[in-house]
């Protein structure tokens, strides 16, 4: 029962995605058929992927295109990575803080959401130019990134705790620290996973976007050079497809290590599954 | 109990402002600038961006006007694409899940790899490079804000109360009116929730896929330039229209969530 569960949930996403890829197939060969230069517009996928496995060297210093985009991503992931990671530590402090303290959630919170409203990714150059370097520069924008959803998001499920359940806790005489450590720092966590969820893919957005301002190695830095057409439009194809497929896994990891961490996540999804 | 209320209010008002005031304070004597290691000249003083902006409002409005429509015309298609593949996704329940996972999973693909992209996509739409621009600025903002439409609009489509989907069974109603009747008016909170992520980031968007398009016009293409000129004064002033675009936004759309949502409320 259970399988058979899973399986049809599994084909119907394969079914969306090969609909996709024959739209794409579609779409380039009319492109392919009307256009002067398809490469730029909408190649077939397999010369993309087949240009991603090409043994040829593309640059002077004989890296291919699998090489080259590896090595740009290890050089813009690992910042998005530290920024995140900073972003989020500092997110659920401040979260920790807003809930022991009033006077500093009556503080922090507008300024919470007023920073939600305000486009960061806008704000990008100034921050580059304020940090004089682009590593640094990516890792501060994708740790403010960060930085707020995890902290509203954590927030809310340190409130989401029913009044009951602080009775039974006071009532059994726990203290503060035990309240947190037992009770609401477990329960927020699917809410601190969601702030995480929506946090990773923008702050490896934020990362790629940093790198287009300015030249060095980074995935955004090839982006636009081969977009100027001082490379090959494949390592542009490459590198979009590369990205799309990174930010979604992102996405997707979070949501394994929640399950890793959260004993009753896992509990919860097998009752779940038993009832149907 | 009255004395109590006011004392929230001040507390509530009063604290955040007191901080804003102290940041603005710090700022302008340059304490600020110290603390983060630059000068006046990347980090202008308040006063002086506040100058800048009040001398330069007329040339700033065409700029502002070119994010505008690009920011609302984005909003607008994704958050309608977005509803329509929700109600497709609540009618064909097994294959819309799928679908909507997909959308989902497209929110994920970094922006900036999608705006050169649909700029590419629209290179023959028109000759005008005002309008194939504008056409492929609005396309990456309409995909931004697709998404989180499409899944809250599922989510309010198919989660009615169980009794009154029973209630519309027991009356013989059909599936169209039990659509619109019921199915519909209680997805109107679930949109405005959709709305309440997709406006700040339609915003990003505008400004993002400015710095990619062809055309040299806009909010975000104004504070890249100005920054690769040097002009950092300049630069700030457009940063905080971006601010204070996005934040205005957020305003009239809380506004007209309370309007339309005010019968919910009280009941």
Known sequence: ?276 | MKSKAIKNVLTTVGLPVLFGAIIFVLWQTKVLHALFGTDEIILPLPTRIGSIISDNFTVMIPQITSTLIVALGGLVLGSILGYLIGVAGAVFKKWGMGGLTIVSAFNAIPLVALAPVINNWTRNLSGVVDIRSTVAKIITVTIFCTASMSVNAYRGLTEVKPFSEDLFASYGSSKLRMFFKLRLPNSLPYVFTALRVSVPSCVIGAVVSEYFAEQVIGVGRQIRENIVKGQFPTAWAYIAVACAMGILMYVILLIVESIVLKNRRAR
């Not at chain 1, 090969?18 to 009307?34: D, Q, S």
């Open chain 1, 1 to 276: 029962m259970l399988n058979k569960i899973k399986s049809s949930k599994g084909i119907v996403t394969a079914v969306w995605v090969l609909g996709l890829i024959v739209i794409w197939e579609i779409c380039a060969f009319i492109v392919g058929a009307t256009q002067r230069t398809p490469v730029n517009v909408l190649p077939h996928l397999y010369p993309i992927i087949g240009s991603f496995f090409d043994p040829k060297p593309i640059t002077g210093s004989g890296d291919t295109i699998a090489t080259l985009v590896f090595s740009s991503a290890a050089e813009t992931l690992s910042r998005a990575l530290i920024g995140f990671v900073i972003g989020m530590l500092l997110g659920y402090a401040l979260a920790l803080f807003m809930h022991l303290s009033h006077i500093v959630e009556k503080i922090a919170f507008p300024y919470l959401m007023i920073i939600q409203m305000i486009p960061i990714l806008g704000m990008a150059p100034i921050v580059l130019s304020i940090t004089g370097d682009i590593s640094s520069a990516r890792i501060v924008i994708a740790a403010i990134l960060t930085f707020y959803p995890v902290s509203t998001n954590t927030l809310a499920g340190f409130k989401s705790v029913g009044r009951e359940r602080h009775e039974l806790m006071k009532s059994y005489g726990a203290n503060k620290f035990q309240l947190y450590v037992k009770m609401l720092i477990p329960s927020a966590m699917s809410y601190f996973f969601t702030g995480l969820k929506i946090s990773a893919p923008m702050a490896i957005t934020a990362s790629i976007l940093v790198d287009t301002l300015q030249g060095g190695n980074g995935l955004g830095c090839m982006l636009s050079q081969s977009l100027k057409g001082s490379m090959t439009r494949f390592v542009f194809w490459d590198i979009v497809i590369f990205s799309a497929v990174i930010g979604v896994l992102s996405f997707y990891l979070m949501g394994v290590i929640e399950r890793a961490i959260s004993p009753s996540k896992r509990k919860v999804k097998k009752l779940n599954n038993g009832k149907d």
